[in-house]
């Protein structure tokens, strides 16, 4: 698995802030192959970026960090919402439910998460320790995401 790993910080976009979060993605999944870059709060920069990473890079997982609170320069999900072919919205909404269990302002994320081709886009939140929580509550899907994408349908049923 190729993974994107795409940091949404205006100021660690100009060296201003050292980004904590992508590190914890590459470390949290153990990744080896992967791509990664700080843009700023833009949806251009945001969606230019992940369309990059699929189609250029082919990253089959594409994570962003950041960008998706209520702050009016928090734009992450309309970014990602232009490039994404179908949205999943129940990947979103247990991060969001199993996030409320530990801190409650998890309700006020407005991460989404879809695909693109064959391959899987999550918005994560922006804090490294946030970022580890919820890679926890979507592993043990991701694998199996990318596997039905990339077949176009596997058989579910026993």
Do not use: W
């Not at 699929?54 to 990253?59: L, R």
């Not at 979103?92 to 439910?97: D, Y």
């Amino acid at each position: 698995m190729k993974l994107g790993i795409i940091t949404v910080s205006d100021k660690g976009s100009k060296g201003e802030r050292e980004d904590l979060s992508g590190p914890a993605i590459r470390a949290s999944l153990k990744a080896d192959a992967y791509e990664y870059q700080i843009v700023p709060d833009e949806v251009k920069d945001i969606s230019e970026a992940i369309v990059n990473f699929v189609d250029e890079k082919k990253c089959d997982l594409v994570l962003t960090t950041g960008g998706t609170g209520l702050s009016l320069r928090d734009v992450t999900p309309e970014a990602t919402k232009q490039v994404l072919d179908r949205e999943i919205p129940g990947i979103a909404e247990i991060m969001r439910s199993e996030s409320y269990k530990i801190k409650k302002t998890a309700l006020l994320s407005r991460a989404i998460a879809g695909h693109r081709k064959k391959s899987l886009i999550i918005n994560l939140p922006g804090s490294p320790k946030a970022v580890k929580e919820c890679l926890k509550i979507v592993e043990p899907i991701i694998k199996h995401a990318l596997g039905v994408l990339e077949k176009g349908s596997v058989e579910c049923g026993a």
